[in-house]
T-cell receptor, first 115, second 109 residues
């Protein structure tokens, strides 16, 4: 099994450009989420989904959109990139809402730089 | 409110024992997680505590005191491969994880 696959691994954007970070999982997980990780800060939840067709905002949703048309895929869209969105982005999934018996599996991360 | 505190960096010697502390102040506590993250890699799950006490898993153990809002991760017989960041996260009443900034552990020979 591939687990959680994120693409691209690295991306450089100019301010104002848009792009989509892809996330796919092959574990039949219902719960999927996007985090960003910045130096000196904990992982911060951007958006999450508890199943196909259902999405919700996390702690830092502004500037990002998501959709969940299938169980497998959960793309993150940056509408108009800003330097403040320079970060490492992680997609994570689990069978259902994360608990001790249902832990998150993370993708390898996507490092985004906005100039 | 929600706040997770853990030391920024710790240094320990190969073969020794190290304790990484984490304090939390989350309303509606639903459990405390520890994850390991090697530089440039994804976090991976280490442990979960929801009841008070010590959970042992090989060289790694995790402790929780709900009344004190305190947890620690204990690593024994340290190996060079244990050099990594250790992330503490608690789960709030909405089952969302609130993450600390992580403790970078440096192992010296």
């Amino acid at each position: 099994n591939a687990g959680v696959t994120q693409t691209p691994k690295f991306q450089v954007l100019k301010t104002g450009q848009s792009m989509t970070l892809q996330c796919a999982q092959d574990m039949n997980h219902e719960y999927m989420s996007w985090y960003r990780q910045d130096p000196g800060m904990g992982l911060r939840l951007i958006h999450y989904s508890v199943g196909a067709g259902i999405t919700d905002q996390g702690e830092v949703p502004n500037g990002y959109n998501v959709s969940r048309s299938t169980t497998e895929d959960f793309p993150l869209r940056l509408l108009s990139a800003a330097p403040s969105q320079t970060s490492v982005y992680f997609c994570a999934s689990s069978y259902s809402v994360p608990t001790g018996a249902n832990v998150l599996t993370f993708g390898a991360g996507s490092r985004l730089t906005v100039l | 409110g929600q706040n997770i505190d853990q030391p920024t960096e710790m240094t320990a010697t190969e073969g020794a024992i190290v304790q990484i502390n984490c304090t939390y102040q989350t309303s509606g506590f639903n459990g405390l997680f520890w994850y390991q993250q090697h530089a440039g890699e994804a976090p991976t799950f280490l442990s979960y505590n929801v009841l008070d006490g010590l959970e042992e898993k090989g060289r790694f153990s995790s402790f929780l005191s709900r009344s004190k809002g305190y947890s620690y991760l204990l690593l024994k017989e340290l190996q060079m491969k244990d050099s990594a960041s250790y992330l503490c996260a608690d789960m709030d009443s909405n089952y969302q994880l609130i993450w600390g900034a992580g403790t970078k552990l440096i192992i010296k020979p």
